[in-house]
């Protein structure tokens, strides 16, 4: 199939290149950066964009095949993908002398001396995309004319171009003064200091959609349809091939895992898929009951629900830093598991079906590219079960290339319901990491209670623009804090506990906006909560975007 490659070279943001190309209808692919670039890579590639980096180039950065520079085919550089081309072709990429982040102006290179004599051809479908439409046409901007020339890009980077390679054109500079947009007179190369893929960044889905389908003359080809069809075909080949034939899959309630279950219950029968419900204690309000429902109406034959709250509950006693209870509730998880898989009678070597996206593979430093830096550890792709299971060729993992909303439209052409469709991501620690500090039976239900009256007001209130809050927000959840504070209810005094409120917008998780609610329905929906929990003395509302700050406190 047709595709755009893209290497990764380990930023945060690779995933949003891969998405934002397909979210144009092309097929793109993600390979870690360093992968040999021989005959077999290059099938079917129309052009190949190179990642960021959180490393520097100077400073034994990932390197790229140098065949890059000798295929044929057009390139774009973003960011740190930039400073590899030029200093692969010759030229120099020093440190800034302060590195560079959020939104800093672009402005056209105007000035005649340093554009090429004649204007590149090749270029003119990514150059056009630099400025807005009314202020073509191009060649006034390319031949040094005045022109409306400057958008707000989305920087982060701590090292720029110095020197340019030879045949590289500066076309256009940050209002910092460096280069922000080169291109080469001759060949289909280019190269960006900003991040096009970034929502934030003005002009970057034109710039995007410039390179795929105005230079790598791109055919749009990549549907949910398709990829559904290539998945089941892809687990039918996988587990029916070999002498197994079993499959487990634990499910957690959420759209991931419930889309696998319907992949793998379209692909085998059902009587070798096995799903394994593990209710830790820590789920949201009737998921348990819900996730049942779900699975039985796809048709499942096997769905064992294990009841571990007590396990869960008792390992986490005395436990308040992040990642340990993260590694407890991940080890614990493996060791239930495992008990309940071999009180079940699963031939030993069972497939292992996990629901992994794009974004949970990056987030966890086990990117496609294995260079991304770890922010939080996601168990379901670092256990030592997982990696023993990839070792063995036994993992199962259908949505490992799709993003959130992909996986959301498979489901919804799988016969998933709407409410698990649009279910909000949860946590695989759930509630553990929304408690914050020691877990307690008695916090959970706390938590448990203050969080379902907050969806419920989010379903039921209406936005200006007709959809339910819920609908809107990509994500909302309370967070319990080991904090009480003092208030009254009645004629009394009251030390209740303090509950944070978090909504967010965003489209995969790898970036989120605060969403901003009206305050009529924050006060409301505070109200309602102290009134239903009243162990909840005080609520608040956390207005941070990520980054800087993570989605989930913990
Ligand atoms: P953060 O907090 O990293 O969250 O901005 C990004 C997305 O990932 C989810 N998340 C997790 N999912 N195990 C998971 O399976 C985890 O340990 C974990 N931590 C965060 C989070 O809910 C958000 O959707």
């Avoid at 022109?147 to 045949?167: P, Y």
């Amino acid at each position: 199939m047709e595709k755009i490659l893209i290497l990764d070279f380990g930023s945060q943001t690779t995933a949003l290149i891969g998405r934002r190309i397909r979210e144009m209808g092309v097929y793109s692919e993600i390979i870690p950066g360093d992968n040999a670039l021989d005959g077999e890579a290059l099938n079917g590639v129309r052009g190949i964009v190179l990642s960021g980096s959180p490393e520097s180039v100077y400073a034994g950065g990932p390197c790229v095949d140098k065949r890059i520079y000798e295929c044929g085919l057009p390139l774009l550089g973003i960011c740190y993908g930039l400073q590899r081309m030029n200093t692969d072709l010759g030229g120099t990429v020093a440190p800034l002398p302060k590195r560079e982040f959020g939104g800093i102006e672009v402005r056209m290179n105007t000035d005649k001396k340093k554009m090429p004599k004649k204007a590149a051809l090749h270029a003119l479908p990514l150059l056009e995309q630099l400025v807005p439409r009314e202020d073509r046409p191009l060649w006034n901007l390319i031949n040094g004319q005045k022109t409306k020339d400057s958008f707000t890009a989305w920087m982060s980077h701590g090292d720029t171009l110095v020197q340019l390679a030879d045949g590289f054109v500066e076309a256009a500079v940050s209002a910092t003064g460096y280069p922000a947009f080169v291109y080469h007179s001759e060949k289909p190369w280019f190269g960006v200091q900003f991040h096009p893929e970034v929502s934030h960044c003005e002009r970057g889905a034109e710039i995007l959609e410039g390179f795929v389908f105005g230079v790598c003359k791109s055919a749009k080809n990549w549907t949910i349809e398709q990829y559904i069809s290539q998945a089941v075909e892809r687990l039918r080949k996988q587990a029916m091939g070999g002498d197994t034939r079993h499959v487990l899959l634990l499910v957690s309630g959420g759209v991931d895992s419930a889309v696998v279950a319907a992949l793998l219950l379209k692909a085998l029968p059902p009587e070798y898929i096995h799903l394994m419900y593990i209710d830790t204690g820590l789920m949201r309000k009737d998921e348990t009951n819900e996730a049942r429902e779900a699975l039985q109406k796809l048709g499942a034959k096997h769905l064992h629900i294990v009841h571990a709250e007590d396990e869960f509950l008792n390992a986490l006693a005395g436990v308040s830093a992040p990642e340990e209870k993260r590694k407890i509730i991940g080890d614990l998880f493996i060791t239930i598991q495992e008990r309940e898989v071999a009180q079940l009678g699963i031939p030993g070597n069972y497939f292992l079906a996990q629901g992994t996206l794009y974004t949970d593979m990056i987030e966890s430093g086990k990117g496609v590219g294995k260079k991304a830096h770890v922010i939080k550890s996601h168990h379901n792709v670092g256990s030592p079960l997982v990696e023993a299971k990839r070792k063995e060729g036994l993992i199962l993992e259908p949505l490992d290339c799709l993003y959130k909303d992909e996986a959301r439209a498979a489901g919804r052409l799988l016969g998933l319901g709407e409410h698990i469709v649009m279910r909000h991501p949860f946590p695989g620690p759930g509630l553990a990491v929304r408690i914050l500090g020691e877990v307690t039976r008695e916090k959970c239900e706390i938590l448990r209670a203050a969080d379902k009256v907050f969806m419920d007001e989010l379903k039921r209130r209406v936005s200006s623009r007709g959809k339910t809050l819920y609908a809107e927000i990509w994500q909302a959840f309370a967070v319990l804090l080991p904090l009480r504070s003092v208030g009254v209810a009645g004629d009394g005094r009251k030390y209740g506990y303090v509950l944070a409120l978090r909504a967010v917008s965003a489209s995969d998780g790898m970036t989120a906006d605060v969403y901003p609610f009206d305050p009529k329905d924050l006060r409301e929906i505070s109200t309602a909560i102290t009134n239903f929990v009243p162990e909840i003395g005080r609520v608040c509302y956390d207005v941070s975007s990520k980054p800087p700050a993570t989605i989930e406190w913990e």
